[in-house]
């Protein structure tokens, strides 16, 4: 028998058991990971209390828990890894356990790529949806060396990457942020900013020429801001207002980012050029804690859960 975080019915995080449950194994074309740590995400706990937001995932209850993870390679079936293997990835409803499998190739809901010496499982654990989302969120606007960028959102987990890498672009960053999130922005790169009504006559102030382009990491304020100080919509992202943003923005998620973002991603790691913020680390045990945490949406960065 193995661990896994499961829950039956939808619902906020004291519907998260960790279960004993049968050990899964690696078949043909596949990969068994022993999980040593899995990064939390908003979007994990959006899946276990909405059933809507399950649905458009695919995933119905009872369900495994989770998307980021990292550990070794202890069975391998498919091509491109072996046994020892450090590795990092995605797998949709079943991370947060003790043996995750998955296809490789992996399919379009999985992920799985070797960790770099260097990176530890922690790290590695959080990269997969907020490294990737950050690089696609930027990418949809065409982001490029000289820009002013306002960045809703950026002290979450994806806005600690997204920061970071427009800075690393060249671009001017005005993140928005709670009072208390300020002192951290700034020692990431960017000009904080506090969100709530009348964003944009603030930003406006901040900045002399203005605003060039926009990501929205959470909701629709800063694109709606974005667009009062006239910034074309096509200049404008968002990853959580769904596949219609306002003012005609662009969506953009995770599964945009081009082949080569981990690879960016992870050397600008390894070259210090990155850092990534761990906020909270929480034993498997200690699931709901993490969980509600992570709702909270007030976290310095990023949440892992170590097993």
Same mark, same amino acid.
């Not at 004993?20 to 040593?36: K, S, Y």
């Not at 606007?141 to 806005?159: E, N, P």
């Not at 690879?263 to 210090?272: P, V």
């Given at each position: 028998?193995?661990?896994?975080?499961?829950?039956?019915?939808?619902?906020?995080?004291?519907?998260?058991?960790?279960?004993?449950? &049968?050990?899964?194994?690696?078949?043909?074309?596949? *990969?068994?990971?022993? $999980?040593?740590? @899995?990064?939390?995400?908003?979007m994990d706990g959006a899946i276990a209390s909405r059933p809507e937001a399950a649905a458009r995932f695919g995933i119905t209850v009872p369900s495994g828990f989770g998307y980021d993870f990292a550990g070794v390679v202890d069975e391998a079936n498919g091509d491109g890894f072996a046994v020892g293997d450090r590795v990092f990835g995605g797998a949709l409803g079943r991370a947060v356990a003790d043996f995750v499998v998955v296809r490789t190739p992996a399919s379009a809901v999985e992920a799985l790529f070797h960790t770099p010496d260097g990176i530890s499982d922690e790290v590695a654990s959080t990269l997969p949806v907020a490294g990737l989302t950050a690089v696609a969120a930027l990418a949809a606007?065409?982001?490029?060396?000289?820009? &002013?960028?306002?960045?809703?959102?950026?002290?979450?987990?994806?806005?600690v990457f997204a920061v970071q890498l427009a800075k690393l672009a060249g671009a001017t960053v005005i993140g928005t942020a709670s009072a208390g999130t300020f002192d951290f922005l700034r020692q990431l790169g960017a000009e904080p900013v506090a969100y709530g009504p009348g964003l944009a006559d603030r930003v406006k102030a901040l900045t002399a020429g203005g605003v +060039?382009?926009?990501?929205?990491?959470?909701? +629709?304020?800063?694109?709606?801001? /974005?667009? @009062?100080?006239? $910034? #074309?919509?096509?200049?404008?992202? +968002?990853?959580?207002?769904?596949?219609? #943003?306002?003012?005609? @923005?662009?969506?953009?998620?995770?599964?945009?980012?081009? #082949?080569?973002?981990? =690879?960016? %991603?992870?050397? /600008?790691?390894?070259?210090?050029?990155?850092?990534? #913020?761990?906020?909270? &680390?929480?034993? *498997?045990?200690?699931?709901?804690?993490? *969980?509600?945490? =992570?709702?909270?949406?007030? *976290?310095?960065?990023? %949440? $892992?859960? &170590?097993?």
């Open positions: 028998m193995s661990r896994a975080v499961m829950y039956e019915t939808f619902g906020g995080p004291e519907v998260l058991e960790l279960r004993e449950v &049968t050990e899964p194994h690696a078949g043909p074309g596949e *990969v068994r990971v022993h $999980v040593t740590a @899995a990064g939390l995400n908003p606007i065409g982001l490029r060396s000289g820009d &002013t960028v306002l960045i809703g959102g950026a002290a979450g987990g994806v806005g +060039t382009a926009a990501t929205d990491l959470f909701g +629709t304020e800063t694109a709606e801001a /974005a667009l @009062a100080l006239g $910034v #074309p919509p096509e200049r404008i992202s +968002t990853i959580a207002a769904g596949p219609n #943003p306002p003012g005609g @923005a662009r969506a953009a998620g995770g599964f945009d980012a081009g #082949p080569d973002a981990v =690879q960016r %991603i992870t050397d /600008a790691i390894l070259a210090g050029a990155i850092t990534v #913020p761990i906020a909270a &680390t929480f034993p *498997v045990e200690r699931i709901r804690d993490a *969980v509600t945490l =992570q709702a909270g949406r007030h *976290v310095h960065g990023k %949440i $892992v859960v &170590t097993l």
